[in-house]
């Protein structure tokens, strides 16, 4: 963890993602030249990802991970008998009260029909990552784990239960989960006045029985998630994002497209891996429906087999 001047910065240099460029793409002065989008003829699979009949009933219900995509970046992970959202935004990404990102596809549960959540996983503080209506309502009984210099915006909330660590510091998530802050390449900020004034990282889930890694948000640095892959790796399961990566000359520092996602989960030698942050948002300038198509070829040319890197539907869930 590095902090320079009281911000944030990435742990390797990497090409410039700013305001001018946000401006530049908005205005049209700098095109994409990533091909455009032409899908080949890839045959979607639904694969069984889950020990199938006896197998899956001899291991113990508390042993095993289920997990249900809701949309975005948000899971249901239930393990160990703790039920824990990641990144939760069950509504719009409103940033400002007027206005905001509309979801194009609903959220695959509601709150009303979430179990009691005793944990939340926060990677970092971009309101598609950060949303204070779904914190408000979720209350201040849960406990939240996020990033370095972020649990003052919880505070401020009167959000007292709320765990903060620094990249590869652990704690004690409960009496059989361990949780590490892991690194990620990214940025933070929620107005143009607290740019990377409060970290963003990945989160680690370990018990006894399995490992769990989720991303957060992050562009590809080989040295970080092979460091990752070597400190932590083998992981039982992956939350890999797969999209918001057009125009690729800007949004290659901080976001994976779906080949860099398929690396990820080779360096951090993944055993079974789930796709997320695409789909909800309209972002950026790929269409919707193009992450999990470009990932399907992704893993057909790398001969990887597709039961391993999965696209969940809104709702759906594994369990193994």
């Known amino acids: 963890m590095t902090v320079f001047h009281a911000r944030f910065r990435n742990s390797s240099p990497h090409a410039s993602h700013n305001l001018l460029g946000v401006l530049r793409w908005k205005l049209g002065i700098a095109r994409d030249d990533a091909p455009s989008f032409q899908p ?4 979607p699979t639904e694969p069984a990802f889950h020990a199938a009949g006896a197998e899956l009933s001899e291991v113990p219900a508390r042993e095993r991970i289920r997990a249900t995509w809701i949309g975005h970046s948000t899971f249901l992970l239930q393990h160990q008998g703790r039920n824990i959202l990641t990144d939760p935004i069950l509504g719009n990404c ?28 926060i990677s970092h503080s ?5 949303d204070a209506s779904t914190i408000r309502t979720l209350g201040r009984e849960v406990c939240y784990w996020v990033p370095a210099g972020l649990s003052a915006w919880f505070r401020k909330r009167g959000f007292n239960s709320c765990q903060e660590l620094g990249w590869w510091q652990s ?54 998630f092979q460091e990752i892959g070597y400190r932590l790796g083998g992981f039982d399961l992956a939350l890999i994002p797969i999209g918001a990566y057009r125009p690729r000359w800007l949004m290659q520092p901080p976001h994976l497209d779906p080949a860099e996602a ?8 993944s055993h079974r891996s789930l796709a997320c942050h695409w789909g909800t948002f309209r972002l950026t300038d790929e269409p919707l429906d193009e992450p999990p198509t470009l990932l399907r070829q992704e893993l057909a040319a790398r001969q990887i087999d597709p039961s391993n890197f999965r696209v969940l539907r809104p709702g759906e869930s594994i369990e193994w």
């Open 40 to 43: 080949r003829d890839v045959a």
């Open 94 to 121: 409103a940033p400002f009260p007027i206005g905001g990102l509309r979801r194009s596809t609903p959220p695959g549960m509601s709150l009303d029909s979430l179990p009691p959540i005793h944990d939340v996983l």
């Open 126 to 130: 971009h309101y598609d990552h950060l």
């Open 171 to 224: 704690a004690a998530l409960s009496d059989r989960i361990t949780i590490h802050s892991v690194p990620a390449q990214h940025a933070s900020g929620r107005s143009p006045f607290d740019r990377d004034m409060t970290h963003w990282c990945g989160w680690v889930l370990k018990s006894s029985d399995r490992s769990i890694y989720f991303v957060g948000d992050s562009g590809y640095s080989a040295p970080l």
């Open 262 to 269: 398929v690396q990820v989960h080779v360096d951090v030698a």
